[in-house]
């Protein structure tokens, strides 16, 4: 189970933590991701980040932004977001992944974080 | 733009056979996946590297991978069918997940 949340309306320029709680499986041995969507889009992965939190990849669009971390002591996963701009609103999804890098996919997905980035 | 294409909308009755179709050098030599998301859902995983159902995907859901254009077959078409569908691949440069644009199911 994934449970997303710390989702809400932020600023543009503003910053925001997103937080997703993991359970039924072992968190610490896996990659796991963010996926977002804006509202009435396609899906686009964000960020990905090693089992043991020593490598970390971003989509271009938020590198420098973004940063993706975890805890494995608490099975926790974060994003965590600053300088957000408007065209980063969407629902954020935490996603486990297989067999990655190379590419890989997202086996078990949460019910997703909305965030809203407008002034 | 995408690194995959996929055809924005299919159509198709009660029964029937559904082929949606993803394309692009994203495929080649790379495998595909595919998720179904229903409204307001989170995405759902059908078919894992080309043609591979995980458990609980009912059989009616194939999948195959030609080099360039990934295809997913839904057999005998229910209502309960009726979402998007997106595949997936990695960006051939960076080795990053890239997902296509999506294709919405509709069930006449």
């Known amino acids: 189970q994934l449970i997303e949340s710390g989702g809400g309306l932020v600023q543009p320029g503003g910053s925001l933590r997103l937080s997703c709680e993991v359970s039924?499986?072992?968190?610490?041995?896996?990659?796991m991701s963010w996926v977002r969507q804006a509202p009435g889009k396609g899906l686009e992965w964000v960020a990905r980040?090693?089992?043991?939190?020593?490598?970390?990849d971003y989509v271009d669009s938020v590198k420098g932004r973004f940063v993706i971390s975890r805890d494995n002591a608490k099975n926790i996963l974060y994003l965590q977001m600053n300088s957000v701009r408007v065209d980063d609103t969407a629902v954020y999804y935490c996603?486990?992944?297989?067999?990655?890098?190379?590419?890989?996919?997202?086996?078990?997905w949460g019910r997703g974080t909305l965030v809203t980035v407008s002034s | 733009s995408y690194e995959v294409t996929q055809p924005p909308s299919v159509s198709v009755s009660p029964g029937q056979t559904a082929t949606i179709t993803c394309s692009g050098d994203?495929?080649?030599?790379?495998?595909a996946y595919w998720y179904q998301q229903r409204p307001g859902q989170a995405p759902v995983l059908v078919i894992l590297?080309?043609?591979v159902r995980p458990s609980g995907i009912p059989e009616r859901f194939s999948g195959s991978n030609s080099g360039t254009t990934a295809t997913l077959t839904i057999s005998a078409v229910q209502a309960d069918d009726e979402a998007d569908y997106y595949c997936?691949?990695?960006?051939?440069?960076?080795?990053?997940?890239?997902f296509g644009g999506g294709t919405k199911l509709t069930v006449l």
């Open positions: 996603v486990r992944h297989l067999d990655t890098p190379p590419g890989g996919y997202f086996d078990y």
């Open positions: 039924g499986f072992a968190f610490s041995r896996f990659w």
């Open positions: 980040i090693k089992s043991a939190g020593s490598e970390k």
């Open positions: 994203a495929l080649q030599r790379q495998y």
């Open positions: 590297q080309d043609r």
């Open positions: 997936q691949a990695a960006d051939r440069t960076t080795t990053f997940v890239v």
